[in-house]
């Protein structure tokens, strides 16, 4: 067996609890939450080099052109892009996954590790990694676990057999058992006796020992994720899971489904810094809070404030705060999050609230990323709509018409190229196009550089799902949009 590790990144979930930033059309993996790249783009990183092979990613049919733009803009390449049909928790998506790989590499060693997690010393994680090697090679299910600093209530808990050695040397041990997430006198005990780390849900493991679980101790996911990877179809190089089997998967943790049931079970105490950022807390603590305890972030102006996190993630806002202590404040173009710190696990009951109102803000952003670049409206009326396009160099939108209503483009950014009919002409900046209703229309952008364009829609109806699809290079039916 090789030493070779192949990473398997999972990309799915909706992050509600980071809202209004994370969102279900917009998850938080794929934002600049710490940094000036993704959570997504910097565990990908984390997990590339020497003795690393080209990750396999698990997403949902609507990222996987985000995953595989956001790998491109930092220089990597996917083994695989794998295609959930829906969502059906981490352990069919890391069976799928080892299923994949065993046909390409058999018994190959995979490390699994959610896309959204912080750790700032990469360097000390891939070593550990590495020195988990020989353990996964035994034949042993390895799951890593993290040195506590606090008594978290918020997380599972992982007991070893003893009290890691040293600074926490990377050393792997039997674990002894799982723990759920504890009460806070129990998360204080297991603090204060060194023998219980956080479970960070990062697994390594030889592709043959997971499958063989799996067969002891979930025969029936084990067929019917068979099923799904033995059927799966090649989408324009993606890898999309069939979808009848997948379907009827149960909703399952991979601890639940195997690991808490498996004999084979080794930990590998991690000692540096690590979060999952499971809340505006977690960002709070993570950012780097000043002296007085305050982050800002975007234009954003703290005056008299105390352990307070405030956040304007649009550049046209200002967000001030006076004399606020322990207050998380984000604020967003169409939505503003203002709790105590201490409530920062509530988040989610506000997005409970307002999917209950059919407000658009619980689950989507307003600007809706596409495969050929995004959008976002400026302006809507009872028959009117103002958009800005921003079109990627090479991209295009599909060849489609609408039933109820026109469209007038103006460039003001880079060349379009324009399909009206039989009509294909260059639009350039500063000029404009006029698309009738009904009118058979294509935008494609010819140039290495983004274009941009305003475009006004007038109608009875301006709904995204007005369109008739007819060609489209990114395999969208006629019920996609864009």
Known sequence: MSDVIHPLLLCGGSGTRLWPLSRKSYPKQFAQLTDKESLFQASARRLAGDRFAAPMIVTGSDFRFIVKEQLADVGLSPNAIIIEPVGRNTAPAILAGALVLEAQTPNGLMLVAPSDH????????RAAVQAAIPTAKDGQLVTFGIRPDRAETGYGWLEMTTAPSGDFDPVAQPLKAFVEKPNADTAQAMLDGRTHLWNAGIFLFSTSTMIAA???????MLAGVRAAVENAQSDIGFTRLAEEPWVKLDNDSIDYAVMEKASNLSVMPYGGAWSDLGGWDAVWRETGPDAQGVVTNGPATAIECHNTLLRAEDSKQTLVGIGLED???IAMPDAVLVARKDCAQDVKKAVAALKEQEAPQAETLPRDYRPWGWF????????FQVKRIVVNPGAALSLQSHKHRAEHWIVVEGTAKVTIDDEIKLVEENQSVYIPLGAVHRMENPRDVAMVLIEVQTGSYLGEDDIVRYEDIYSRGQGAKG
């Open 376 to 383: 976002e409206s400026l302006g809507t009326g009872t028959r």
């Open 214 to 220: 799996f067969e002891t101790h979930a025969p029936d």
């Open 327 to 329: 207050i998380i404040a």
């Open 118 to 125: 912080v750790i700032p010393g990469p360097e000390r994680f």
